[in-house]
T-cell receptor, first 114, second 110 residues
Framework: EAQVTQNPRYLITVTGKKLTVTCSQN?????MSWYRQDPGLGLRQIYY???????DKGDVPEGYKVSRKEKRNFPLILESPSPNQTSLYFCASSSDRVGTYEQYFGPGTRLTVT | ELKVEQNPLFLSMQEGKNYTIYCNYS?????LYWYRQDPGKSLESLFVLLSNGAVKQEGRLMASLDTKARLSTLHITAAVHDLSATYFCAVVNYGQNFVFGPGTRLSVLP
């Protein structure tokens, strides 16, 4: 089954404790993105990647890092989480094979930073 | 800076009625997407609109794009309860930089 997976699905942590949220896709997509969703703000793109070793900042990259060492994986790293990073995070992947770049989203990771 | 607005932000409508959700954006873009999100769930792609005048239909939903007006509409025909969800539009700024609207929360009442 074609899918985007994220782990963990739920995470409660404390300020300053480094964490990584993993994202993996099995569709051989070139493009991957991370978003955060906050009430009333829609989704905001954190980082995106256009291929292995190619990443770029989205609209809210501060406090986050990413890497793309393999095509299928795109982990999101919070080196020193703060309470304002409490949010719902989505990973997405897409391809230009049919020219639409249609995104497929993972199930989401709800992060709480205390 | 690309801004994407949606209106209304909240919509309560009766079953059987028609309504339109509007999405407008501030700078030129050649791709516009509509998504649906059910409470507690992820996003599901509904429509991809790639050119001026594009119209796509699926069931009771129809989306259109006017790139000159920087406006997309999502029209709901004869609403049913199953359409209750939050609907987002998203526009591509450059590369793979997607900018989403704030969402329209739709409630269809019996």
């Amino acid at each position: 089954e074609a899918q985007v997976t994220q782990n963990p699905r739920y995470l409660i942590t404390v300020t300053g404790k480094k964490l990584t949220v993993t994202c993996s896709q099995n569709m051989n997509h070139e493009y991957m993105s991370w978003y955060r969703q906050d009430p009333g703000l829609g989704l905001r793109q954190i980082y995106y990647s256009m291929n292995v070793e190619v990443t770029d900042k989205g609209d809210v990259p501060e406090g986050y890092k990413v890497s793309r060492k393999e095509k299928r994986n795109f982990p999101l790293i919070l080196e020193s989480p703060s309470p304002n990073q409490t949010s719902l995070y989505f990973c997405a992947s897409s391809s230009d094979r049919v020219g639409t770049y249609e995104q497929y989203f993972g199930p989401g990771t709800r992060l709480t930073v205390t | 800076e690309l801004k994407v607005e949606q209106n209304p932000l909240f919509l309560s409508m009766q079953e059987g009625k028609n309504y339109t959700i509007y999405c407008n954006y501030s700078t030129t873009s050649d791709r516009l997407y509509w998504y649906r999100q059910d409470p507690g769930k992820s996003l599901e792609s509904l429509f991809v609109l790639l050119s001026n005048g594009a119209v796509k239909q699926e069931g009771r939903l129809m989306a259109s794009l006017d790139t000159k007006a920087r406006l997309s509409t999502l029209h709901i025909t004869a609403a049913v309860h199953d359409l209750s969800a939050t609907y987002f539009c998203a526009v591509v700024n450059y590369g793979q930089n997607f900018v989403f609207g704030p969402g329209t929360r739709l409630s269809v009442l019996p």
